[in-house]
């Protein structure tokens, strides 16, 4: 759930977080989490975390909508509108939301056309191992515990929808170096943004649907999709309306970052 401060530098380099995440065939996940963490246990966390910056591809001229769901309910005013509107979208999920929320996971399923779901974490704790809190969130403390964050919310995931993810994105969308070296080994890519829409659904519905008029092609945004009780979710369901109007083209992660073959 990220805010506005930084901790570093949204123009970190992106290559090199993608280099550390190419993906890796699924069956061989667990020799090379317990060969991360046999290289990476002993390795302290470098000061300066990262809130990695992802953008599409160049020339690639649509917006790629990406959404939390961290933990509570689903905001179905922002469901609808991306149903209703046939928007494609990519949705980070914990296992923690998909236990809670049958009905939405069912019609996520269900139009399985639109929504990419990948990986949110087990109980949306952050992959940083060099404070103890960030946004309030107790954060992993050990590469050991973020490697069973991720593998447990990747596990949920599989289960619910039939398919390994390959994305992550941690609770606070900004990582210790060392765990994101990690989940790079893990054979996950890191889904940075360039847009926060309603910075972790705190804003006024009118400023969410401003921030999202500003997108531009190639922008990742990322907004949460869990709080259907604050009014950020109507504003990010009116802005998604009106990019529809403008002609927006959006994309998923999977479309604009096809998995390698062969």
Known sequence: ??????YQSLDFDMAAVQAL?????????MRHSLFALLILAATPAVAGDIEPRLTLPAGDRSVALTFDACSGAVDDRILDELIADR??????VTSRWLKRNAAAVARLAANADLFQIENHGDQHVPAITDQPTVFGLRTAGTLAA?????AGGAAAVTEAFGRAPAWYRDASARYSRDALTLIGTLGYRIAGYSLNADVGASLPAATVARRLAAAKSGDVVIA?????ERPAGAGVAAGIKAMVARGVRFERLDAAFPQPTG
């Open 1 to 6: 759930m990220p805010g506005e401060t930084r």
């Open 87 to 92: 928007v494609p979208a990519t949705i980070f």
């Open 146 to 150: 973020v490697s069973s964050e991720v």
């Open 224 to 228: 949460h999709i869990n709080h259907p």
């Open 21 to 29: 995440a190419v993906p890796i065939d699924r069956s061989r996940r």
